[in-house]
């Protein structure tokens, strides 16, 4: 019950950016002390952004909205689309955005242009409207944020990864995580291995991949280590139903944009077999009322079993995450992200 219980703590501070991220940090950093665990910390910048204004004027009528840009600007165009399968070319395009399949703000994606997430009740009134007026004012917000290294950071056998900063509600991404991992540390599985709760995955203003800031640095300052470990497991998204791991390099790169090939090619992402997670993505309904103590302690089993190594992974045969296709229309290719040809073409 007590990764329930870390979840619903970490909620208190959603969403977890700026301040919040900090107070989530502190959090992460109570339960190690309290469990008597050994961590560092890594400090680095980052800067996201910040909306100052959002504004959709449909017909000369308001609709709700939340920005989803890196720019300010003006969006006179009926461009809608939907922010979880996207093409490339959108993140350049003023656009209105949608999550098809949830009912609140689904900040699922964020764009080099103006751009505005509605909700999909509204998607029709959008659809239908003469005139479409969108204005957002975005300004750039410098942070400190942290990654926590937990357990051995000198020579690890094995390295597991969460992030613990979050787009709006965020249980499932990724308290669900952090909780797991805070639950290896108390069972001792820090003393061997190196487990990391890292800050600022979810936003940065890096080009052409915003995600995985956190991640970028862990590689720049624990290179050697993590070239050294056996085994990388990154933990997002878990918890809502069984455990999985994806070897499908698109959602590797969703998952953990690092540069060395060696890195990128060992490292396997363990998140949940189900596709609920699309109603919930970067959304405030992702709360801990969706998380299931059984799945939890499923993954807590599943993580801790491949870090000793004695299990083969189970690997998702077919994959309907459709987060991943985004890149290839991107035009992202692996040298950008991942030095490595792990990408399906
Ligand atoms: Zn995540």
């Not at 190690?32 to 959002?54: H, M, W, Y």
């Not at 004012?137 to 597991?160: D, E, L, T």
């Not at 909780?179 to 709760?197: H, P, Q, S, T, Y």
């Amino acid at each position: 019950m007590e990764m329930l219980q870390n979840i619903a703590e970490l909620e208190k501070f959603s969403p977890r950016r700026l301040a919040n991220e900090t107070k989530a940090q502190k959090f992460v950093e109570r339960k190690l002390t309290e469990c008597g665990v050994d961590f560092e910390l890594q400090g680095f910048r980052n800067s996201i952004p910040e909306a100052r204004k959002a504004r959709l004027t449909v017909d000369g009528e308001d609709v709700l909205c939340m920005s989803t840009s890196f720019k300010s600007g003006i969006i006179e165009e009926k461009n809608l689309i939907s922010s979880l399968a996207v093409s490339g070319r959108y993140y350049e395009e003023p656009n209105i955005n949608f999550n098809p399949y949830a009912d609140g703000f689904s900040l699922a994606t964020f764009y080099r242009a103006p751009s505005l997430a509605i909700r999909r009740r509204d998607m029709q009134k959008v659809m239908n409207a003469e005139t479409v007026r969108g204005e957002v004012v975005v300004s750039r917000k410098a942070h400190v944020c942290a990654n926590i290294i937990a357990g051995n950071a000198r020579s690890p056998k094995a390295v597991a990864i969460c992030h613990y900063d979050s787009v709006l509600g965020g249980a499932l991404d990724n308290s669900s995580g952090t909780a797991v991992l805070l639950e290896l540390c108390r069972k001792g599985f820090w003393k061997d291995n190196m487990i990391v709760f890292s800050g600022c995955e979810e936003l940065s203003f890096d080009t052409p991949i915003y995600w995985g800031k956190g991640y970028k640095e862990l590689e720049n300052d624990y290179k050697k280590e993590l070239i050294k470990a056996r085994r990388l497991l990154v933990v997002d998204m878990v918890g809502s139903s069984p455990p999985t791991t994806i070897s499908d390099g698109n959602i590797k790169l969703a998952a953990f944009p690092v540069k060395d090939g060696r890195i990128f090619r060992k490292a396997s992402i363990v998140s949940m077999s189900g596709n609920e997670w699309r109603r919930i993505y970067h959304s405030s309904e992702d709360v801990v009322a969706n998380m299931d103590i059984r799945c939890l302690e499923a993954t807590v089993k599943f993580v801790s079993a491949a870090m000793v190594g004695r299990e083969h992974l189970p690997r998702a045969k077919r994959c309907n995450h459709l987060l991943g296709l985004r890149f290839r229309d991107a035009g992202i290719q692996p040298g950008e992200g991942a030095r490595v040809g792990g990408l399906r073409q």
